[in-house]
């Protein structure tokens, strides 16, 4: 079946500190996949997705590389702010009729 | 547009009550779905449709129910209502492939 495991949280780092939030996956066909963000309080917001092997995804400083050889969608930021302190989660779908498959989410605290 | 909109933000159900969790979207998306989040469980699958009057089970869909009557609404229904349905509730819909979610509804059952 479908799964995708990402990182154990909780995962604490001071402001300005380097970012990596592992995800890899197991899927029947070619997925696509996502970096989802939940602030406290809120709903899931999409972070950044790729569609493709080798496509990167990038927002708000976040960057993610769909790698199919390892099936790995890491999470990456070069300096993070207080403000990214949410959980966030990495998903796939294997096309848009199908359900979406979530990790089990990983959260971040960042102090300034 | 509003996006994904879910009523009520806030619920307290007594074990045995029965209530409907609404969820609207007018971003005339066919694929809508409903997923519970608990801690350290992540998010769970509990029904989805892929356009009206069609619906699926997900992951966890005993003690809930749904329909599709028409491509905006997808309502689900505790008929029953559990402490262990106390959870948080996301309704999503998409568009190819990327998901949008609603804001949450958050119910409490004693």
């Known amino acids: 079946g479908n799964s995708v495991t990402q990182m154990e949280g909780p995962v604490t780092l001071s402001e300005e500190a380097f970012l990596t939030i592992n995800c890899t996956y197991t899927a029947t066909g070619y997925p696509s996949l996502f970096w989802y963000v939940q602030y406290p309080g809120e709903g899931l917001q999409l972070l950044l997705k790729a569609t493709k092997a080798d496509d990167k995804g990038s927002n708000k400083g976040f960057e993610a590389t769909y790698r199919k050889e390892t099936t790995s969608f890491h999470l990456e930021k070069g300096s993070v702010q207080v403000s990214d302190s949410a959980v966030y989660f990495c998903a796939l779908r294997i096309s848009g009729n199908t359900p979406l498959v979530f990790g089990k989410g990983t959260r971040l605290s960042v102090i300034a | 547009n509003a996006g994904v909109t879910q009523t009520p933000k806030f619920q307290v159900l007594k074990t045995g009550q029965s209530m409907t969790l609404q969820c609207a979207q007018d971003?005339?998306?066919?694929?809508m779905s409903w997923y519970r989040q608990d801690p350290g469980m992540g998010l769970r699958l509990i029904h989805y449709s892929v356009g009206a009057g069609i619906t699926d089970q997900g992951e966890v869909p005993n003690g809930y129910n749904v329909s599709r009557s028409t491509t905006e609404d997808f309502p689900l229904r505790l008929l029953s209502a559990a402490p262990s349905q106390t959870s948080v509730y996301f309704c999503?819909?998409?568009?190819?492939?990327?998901?949008?979610f609603g804001p949450g509804t958050r119910l409490l059952v004693l």
């Open positions: 999503a819909s998409s568009e190819q492939e990327t998901q949008y």
């Open positions: 971003m005339n998306h066919e694929y």
